[in-house]
């Protein structure tokens, strides 16, 4: 069946770039999704990109998909204490698939 | 714009009983709406599609007589879980289409369920 895949764990010091990355099967993924889950929270959609994108950039978030290689990524400019939270990956076709999560840790 | 609000947030019931979750989609026609669990430390896992009207597709694995949706109308779907058990607690969450946004589709805020 399709999937996501990415890794469950990252640890970045404060004020550095946190890059997730994922990856996908799906080739007829249309949208590509990035959400933050905080504890105890719901999923909080953060940006998306059309498959026909290669880079969108919003404020401190930048993504970046290699539609050939099926692979996005998020990259958090100058990660804050505040963003450490569990982020998925999802992928959407016909049904929306989403990776396991990556949890963000913050390091002082 | 596209909202999509899910009740309750919080319940906890007793083993036996039947417990249903709403979906709403507050500011437009949802022709499209799943349902997916979440298990503590692992992903949403789909349990189920439903279309306006149609009976609702399930996943491998879901049990359809337990995990009872319906989707009656364009803005609302409802899961009830039946003769609900402990492993049944968990984090329920929906999302909606309507296959104009541009987005592809909005959350709910989930549910969670705790069966004691």
């Given at each position: ?5 990415q890794?469950?764990?990252l640890?970045?010091r404060?004020?550095?770039?946190s890059v997730?990355?994922c990856t ?6 249309t949208y590509?999704?990035?959400y933050?889950?905080e504890p ?6 953060l940006t ?11 404020q401190?978030?930048?993504?970046l998909?290699?539609?050939k290689?099926k692979?996005l990524?998020l990259?958090?400019?100058d990660?804050q ?5 569990i ?19 913050i390091?002082? | 714009?596209?909202?999509?609000s899910?009740h309750p947030?919080r ?8 417990v ?18 979440q298990f503590?430390k ?8 439903s ?9 491998q ?12 109308s364009?803005t609302?779907?409802?899961?009830t879980?039946?003769s609900?058990?402990?492993?049944d607690?968990?984090?329920y969450?929906c999302?909606?289409?309507s ?5 592809g589709y909005t959350f709910g ?8």
């Amino acid at each position: 069946g399709e999937d996501v895949e990415q890794s469950l764990f990252l640890s970045v010091r404060e004020g550095d770039s946190s890059v997730i990355n994922c990856t996908y099967t799906d080739s007829s993924s249309t949208y590509l999704y990035w959400y933050k889950q905080e504890p105890g929270a719901g999923l909080q959609l953060l940006t998306y990109i059309f498959s026909n994108m290669d880079m969108k950039q919003d404020q401190r978030l930048t993504v970046l998909l290699n539609k050939k290689d099926k692979h996005l990524s998020l990259r958090i400019a100058d990660t804050q204490t505040g963003d450490s939270a569990i982020y998925f990956c999802a992928a959407s076709g016909d049904k929306i698939i989403f990776g396991k999560g990556t949890r963000l840790h913050i390091l002082p | 714009g596209a909202v999509v609000s899910q009740h309750p947030s919080r319940v906890i019931c007793k083993s036996g009983t039947s417990v249903k979750i709403e979906c709403r989609s507050l500011d437009f026609q949802a022709t499209t709406m799943f349902w997916y669990r979440q298990f503590p430390k692992q992903s949403l896992m789909l349990m189920a599609t439903s279309n306006e009207g149609s009976k609702a597709t399930y996943e491998q694995g879901v049990e359809k007589d337990k995990f009872l949706i319906n989707h009656a109308s364009l803005t609302l779907s409802t899961l009830t879980v039946t003769s609900a058990h402990p492993e049944d607690s968990s984090f329920y969450i929906c999302s909606a289409s309507s296959g104009t946004l541009n987005y592809g589709y909005t959350f709910g805020s989930g549910t969670r369920l705790t069966v004691v």
